[in-house]
């Protein structure tokens, strides 16, 4: 995790109480009254802002916790039994959810089989593109299925008192950039399953809409013979995220 030093402050513009952010912070959020400004013009923030809620308290998120560690035959088979959660921390991260149809038009080789020919297409899908909204914290976003359905407007009420919510470092512009790059960089993956070498290839993104989400994260690392492992559960639906598997100790 990030260092959470703290330099700067303003006033909420909407209750007057401390609203403090960290260097390199785009949007925040106030923790008394959910107002959320945009911090270099300290206006407020006018697009939608949504979150999910969590549904675990420190003592229930190790209920999936075990259950992840029962699961799957790459485990230790003692693993449940012998290790011990250490760390449980929820954090609620920023996401810029991208919703749009992006389509790649294409014209490359195919030239597994000779001859070689020529070959143009198309790829045009529908995405909720996720974007994490923060620069240095590592989270494997693309493993991370978002349940979109149960967002609803922010709601600082909702928030845990124990929980830390994240503010953005990435502004809405900058995020669909970034969709619209990842996006292509995926259907040129795709593209290289039908020619072998790209002569051109150009893609479109046509955004139907941005959101603003916070998504309820659990942190939570366990020791286990002596070292200490991370695991991501996803605060809403208790599935596992991404979690680091002890080696079984067979070699
Ligand atoms: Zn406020």
């Avoid at 939570?220 to 208790?238: M, N, P, S």
Wanted: include cysteine; proline fraction near 5%.
């Amino acid at each position: 995790m990030e260092k959470m030093s703290v330099v700067e402050e303003i006033r909420c513009s909407h209750c007057g109480a401390p609203l403090q952010f960290q260097p390199g912070e785009i949007i925040a959020t106030c923790k008394y009254c959910g107002y959320t400004v945009v911090v270099e013009t300290g206006k407020a923030f006018t697009f939608e802002h949504s979150i999910l809620l969590n549904k675990y308290d420190p003592t229930q998120i190790e209920e999936p916790v075990k259950a992840w560690m029962r699961r799957g035959f790459l485990k230790p088979s003692d693993l449940a039994r012998k290790s011990k959660i250490t760390e449980k921390n929820l954090i609620y991260l920023p996401f810029w959810v991208v919703s749009g149809k992006a389509e790649s038009t294409y014209k490359g080789i195919f030239e597994r089989l000779a001859p070689a020919v020529v070959k143009e297409g198309k790829i045009a899908r529908e995405y909720e593109w996720l974007i994490l909204a923060r620069k240095a914290t590592e989270f494997p976003t693309r493993e991370y299925k978002v349940p979109l359905e149960g967002k609803i407007p922010y709601d600082f009420r909702r928030v845990e008192a124990f929980a830390k919510v994240l503010n953005s470092e990435v502004d809405k512009e900058d995020a669909v950039e970034l969709a619209k790059q990842q996006i292509e960089h995926n259907h040129r993956y795709l593209v290289q399953q039908d020619v072998d070498r790209i002569i051109e290839m150009k893609t479109e993104l046509n955004v139907h809409q941005v959101v603003y989400l916070h998504s309820p994260i659990w942190f939570v690392k366990y020791e286990y013979k002596g070292r200490t492992y991370q695991l991501l559960i996803d605060g809403a639906t208790g599935t596992d995220i991404k979690g680091e598997i002890p080696s079984s100790g067979f070699g």
